[in-house]
């Protein structure tokens, strides 16, 4: 080889050399030799380097650990805090451990091994754990004899295999910045090795927590399913570490936290070459620490996200309606000691943060009970192990701080809130309400103290007003009387029915309160009241022409028919009148009141019961005399509607100079006569069209029918009204065809008529 050539071979030698690190002894470095900046060694298997880098922009050099494959992902740096400028480090192995110099020889990390070895040597392993070992030892290969592994001072990342726990230089401590790997903001560890949980923090403040563990995993994370890691929770010396086992080698899993406090899950894609997130905590709005204060419950599903616990009212309401909850919540009745206390089970939640309490791992449940209620401070209790039917006693004092609340079944636990017993006689112990709850202080001021100004409705069962929440939000307040005859069964009944249902025609239930003898539904405010409202007063029912009628029978059949088959419960609504169909601001009708309906489950057609209840006039003769209903009782009622939105009479207090029928009876008279059109309300023979109003005289009278099994169902009463080409058939005798005694109307009825201009009318049950 000519000189000249020889000359520029070498010069590409040290070109390159510039660009690529050089490995050297593999994985291994001997007390006789150094590793300076360019060299590197690598593990066994090729899955770790460890070299001298320089992060993201900074000129800085660092000696740190990175995956082989993706050399950007840096797993640990020694010398974070003190970085040597220039490329001039060098890394040395003595008798007391490892040593880290810079150009001038002067120190700038070591790791301080406090034992001293006879053949030290440093190995970096295929684990990513950088280890001191004495070779002259013959177990120098267990992890017990290590004087010193890089596992024991991790830096923002956690790899399989590492322990944390609650010693500052055994967590996580995320990097400054993407350039600056010196200790960042925020830590992550062990906290309490009695009740442990992983805690991500900013100083002394909490950003994240986990939850404790109670034996199968930390309460507010979703379980572990990582076919290749195990999570393990291992008690050494005294000491609680936390650590996930890897169980094959065929994937690579880290988390790491990053500078803004975030805790990634990642796995290589081995296809892309690339680490792809697959978790991250905190990973939501009620995974921000203490999000909604105290003796409340964050739950993403719901929304309001926040909400005080049953017993407890917002420490600030006005806050509160405007979204600010960090106040909290506070008792409505203050714990005192005496009997009189139970408690209220809330299920599948992150258990509350530790900050007072006490722990008895080997006590049961029931036994846990009567500890709390013993103890005057005791604010609830919980399993501290889950395993098997639970056991151990966790109980709480003062405050219970940073709850949150899932929906998905396999995720949280049970926890046991203390209660005076009044508000746990008022609990919904079956039922999975899904809507929120409001506090009586919150309701009182949204309708001014429930002033008659806001009063817009009134009957039998109490009274509606009108209220405004502080976000401007309008709202109708359902308010039982003490006296109501409406007990708490039709109230519950009414909160979880509403609750499940979900259609345009449906009263949409906003939220409802219970506090001691208040019982109150909270409701969408409907602008325009209910249907009596219009079509019985005389000047009123002009403003509702025959199309905005007819849009008026479609909706409430809609309504139904998704009642009687479309629902995931079959409902019978058992109390349909024009004073329980609202009208929203587009006068479109909306089905209210579900305090008497009832669900029909398996292979029920029919049900009797023993206690009537309803509005007489609107009931069909097989459930006003014998008890019996079914959804034909429902076609029924709508049949007795739709003559009242056609005639704009009252069914019950409808009288004629010829004769001595009701309405029903009326329009049979008219309609074997040929003189059906007779019925209709005066104001809208301009508007109407005949051919369509007939037809839906001949179907009302066929819902009204004797017989139930001679009324079509709702399905084919929808039918019937759109497809105006289908040939009806001839309607039989009406139900109650019998004639009243002369004056038998409204002034000896037993019938007591809600108030006709309120939002949410409240149903009547009467004597027979």
């Known amino acids: 080889m000519e000189a000249h050539q020889f000359f520029h071979f070498f010069c590409a030698l040290i070109s390159l050399s510039e660009i690529f690190r050089f490995s050297i002894a593999l994985d291994t470095l001997l007390e006789t030799q150094s590793m300076s900046d360019g060299e590197t060694l690598v593990s066994s298997g090729q899955s770790f380097e460890l070299g001298f880098f320089s992060p993201g922009n900074s000129k800085n050099r660092y000696l740190g650990i990175w995956y082989k494959q993706t050399p950007e992902t840096v797993s640990w740096v020694a010398n974070r805090n003190n970085p040597i400028t220039g490329s001039h480090g060098f890394l040395t192995v003595t008798k007391v451990g490892l040593v880290l110099s810079n150009q001038t020889k002067s120190v700038v990390w070591s790791s301080n091994t406090t034992k001293v070895a006879e053949s030290p040597i440093a190995q970096l392993l295929d684990s990513g754990n950088f280890v001191v070992k004495d070779n002259a030892m013959a177990s120098s290969d267990s992890s017990e004899s290590y004087l010193w592994q890089s596992f024991d001072y991790p830096s923002n990342a956690w790899l399989p295999g590492m322990r944390i726990n609650d010693d500052f230089n055994k967590g996580l401590t995320s990097w400054k910045s993407l350039d600056d790997p010196s200790l960042g903001d925020y830590t992550c560890r062990i906290e309490n090795p009695e009740l442990p949980q992983l805690v991500v923090g900013m100083g002394s403040v909490r950003m994240f927590r986990t939850g404790y563990w109670n034996g199968l995993r930390f309460s507010g994370l979703l379980p572990f399913s990582d076919p290749y890691f195990t999570l393990k929770l291992v008690f050494n010396n005294d000491e609680l570490e936390y650590m996930y086992q890897p169980e094959a080698h065929s994937v690579d899993r880290m988390i790491s936290l990053d500078n803004s406090g975030l805790l990634h899950y990642y796995v290589f894609n081995n296809v892309t070459r690339e680490w792809a997130i697959i978790y991250t905590e905190p990973n939501d709005v009620c995974d921000s620490y203490g999000r909604c204060g105290a003796n409340s419950i964050c739950t993403v599903q719901k929304e309001p996200t926040c909400e005080c616990f049953r017993g407890f009212t917002p420490t600030k ?26 408690f209220l089970k809330i299920s599948r939640v992150k258990s509350p943060d530790s900050l007072e309490f006490w722990l008895n791992k080997t006590m049961s449940t029931k036994d846990c009970e009567k500890e709390c209620l013993k103890n005057c401070s005791c604010t609830a209790y919980a399993n501290s192990n889950i395993t098997g039917k639970g056991h151990g006693c966790l109980m709480w004092f003062g405050n219970l701080v940073d709850i949150k609340g899932f929906t998905e079944e396999n995720r949280g636990q049970d926890i046991y809130i203390r209660l005076h017993a009044s508000e746990i006689g008022m609990e919904f112990k079956k039922e999975d309400i899904e809507v929120p709850f409001f506090d009586l202080e919150t309701l009182t001021a949204a309708t001014d103290g429930f002033s008659p100004e806001k009063l817009v409705g009134a009957g039998g069962f109490g009274s509606v007003y009108k209220g405004s929440l502080c976000a401007g939000q309008d709202i109708a307040v359902k308010r039982l009387s003490k006296n109501s005859k409406q007990g708490l069964e039709e109230f519950k ?118 206690r009537v209840a309803g509005t007489y006039g609107y009931m069909s003769p097989e459930y006003a005399v014998d008890g019996e209903f079914s959804v034909k009782s429902d076609v029924f009622s709508f049949g007795v509607l739709m003559l009242e939105i056609l005639s704009g009479k009252k069914n019950r207090g409808f009288t004629h ?99 006709s201009n309120n939002a949410i009318t409240l149903t009547v049950q009467e004597g027979r």
């Open 317 to 342: 309401p006005a806050e509160w309606e405007l979204l600010n909850w960090s106040s909290g919540c506070r008792r409505r009745m203050p714990l005192i000691c005496q009997n009189g206390y139970g």
């Open 493 to 610: 009944n009414e909160v979880v029915l509403i609750a499940k249902l979900q259609h345009r025609n449906l009263v949409r239930l906003l939220g409802y309160c219970i506090q001691g003898e208040e019982r109150i539904l909270v409701y969408e405010f409907m602008p325009n009241n209910s249907l009596d409202y219009f079509i019985f007063d005389p000047k009123r029912s002009a403003l509702l022409p025959w199309t905005k009628r007819f849009d008026i029978i479609m909706g409430i059949a809609r309504g139904l028919l998704y009642l009687h088959q479309d629902s995931r419960l079959q409902i019978i609504h058992r109390d349909l009148k024009t004073s329980n169909v609202l009208l929203d601001h587009n006068l479109n009708a909306v089905i209210s009141d579900f305090g008497l309906a009832r669900t029909f489950g398996g292979d029920e057609v029919q049900v009797k019961t023993n």
């Open 657 to 755: 100079p010829d004769h001595h029928h009701n309405l029903l009876g009326h329009a049979w008279l008219l309609w074997k006569t040929d003189r059906a059109l007779e019925l209709i309300d005066s104001c809208l023979e301009n508007s109407c069209v005949p051919s369509q109003v007939l037809r839906c005289i001949q179907l009302s009278l066929l819902c009204v029918q004797k017989f139930p099994e001679d009324r079509p169902e709702m399905s084919c009463v929808v039918s019937m009204l759109v497809n105006e080409k289908d040939i009806l058939p001839e309607p039989k005798q009406p139900g109650f065809f019998i004639e009243r005694r002369p004056n038998d109307g409204d002034a000896k009825s037993k019938t007591v008529e809600s108030a």
